[in-house]
Every structure is written in structure tokens, then in C-alpha cells.
Nanobody, 124 residues
Framework: QVQLVESGGGSVQAGGSLRLSCAASGRTIRTYTLGWFRQTPGKERDFVAA????????YYPDSVNNRFTISRDNAKNTVYLQMSSLKPEDTALYYC?????????????????WGQGTQVTVSS
């Protein structure tokens, strides 16, 4: 079992930056693929970023590519999401997730472990 706890959400103006953190416990994240998703009311949970453990690659959808960066600190058992050039449409509840494989990254239901979420609100 992996327990995940997100932090770092908040309110920011458009064009600003935020860094989300996700602290893992229960198991080392070293051999897990880690990801971030986001969700707005009434909509499905959307894929935002993934950090694969083998190979050591990152993956983003076009909507956040070149604005968001996922990184991990295996020693601290923590994954981060650095968000810059934020837009009002980035407003959502952001979730951290973990899985043991590198396949099917975009599909939320394929991820085994989830945090409770942290709210990000971007005002224009």
C-alpha cells in the first residue's frame, strides 16, 4: 500500500506559479510511476503529468507541456508538480497518483493509489 498526501495548492493570479508536493508513505516511490491528475466539478479526472521510474522519463499532455514540470525526490519519497504560466482553465482539484507500471498513463482508472487532492484556483 502507498499512501499519498498532497499539499501546496492555493489561489494565484493568471501568469503566476505554484508548486504542488505529494508525500508518499508505506512504500518507497523508487519503483513506482508517479502522476498528477486534475478534476473540476462534473468532469472526469484528467491526466496532467507522469514520472516513470524505468525508464526515467516524464510525460505530459499538450495542454500543460512546457508549463508544468513533474519531478521526484526518491530520498524524500516525494513527487512535485511545478506549475508556471498558470491560466484560469488550470483551476481544478489536483490529485497525486501512483502505479507500478508505465502503461495506460492517461487513464485515471489504471492508477492504483490516490491522494485526497489539493485545490488550485487561478484568477484572471
Amino acid at each position: 500500500q502507498v499512501q499519498l498526501v498532497e499539499s501546496g495548492g492555493g489561489s494565484v493570479q493568471a501568469g503566476g506559479s505554484l508548486r504542488l508536493s505529494c508525500a508518499a508513505s508505506g512504500r518507497t516511490i523508487r519503483t513506482y510511476t508517479l502522476g498528477w491528475f486534475r478534476q473540476t466539478p462534473g468532469k472526469e479526472r484528467d491526466f496532467v503529468a507522469a514520472s516513470m521510474w524505468s525508464p526515467d522519463n516524464t510525460y505530459y499532455p499538450d495542454s500543460v507541456n512546457n508549463r508544468f514540470t513533474i519531478s521526484r525526490d526518491n530520498a524524500k519519497n516525494t513527487v512535485y508538480l511545478q506549475m508556471s504560466s498558470l491560466k484560469p482553465e488550470d483551476t481544478a482539484l489536483y490529485y497525486c497518483a501512483a502505479k507500478s507500471s508505465n502503461v495506460d498513463l492517461r487513464r485515471a482508472r489504471s492508477w492504483a493509489y490516490w491522494g485526497q487532492g489539493t485545490q488550485v484556483t487561478v484568477s484572471s
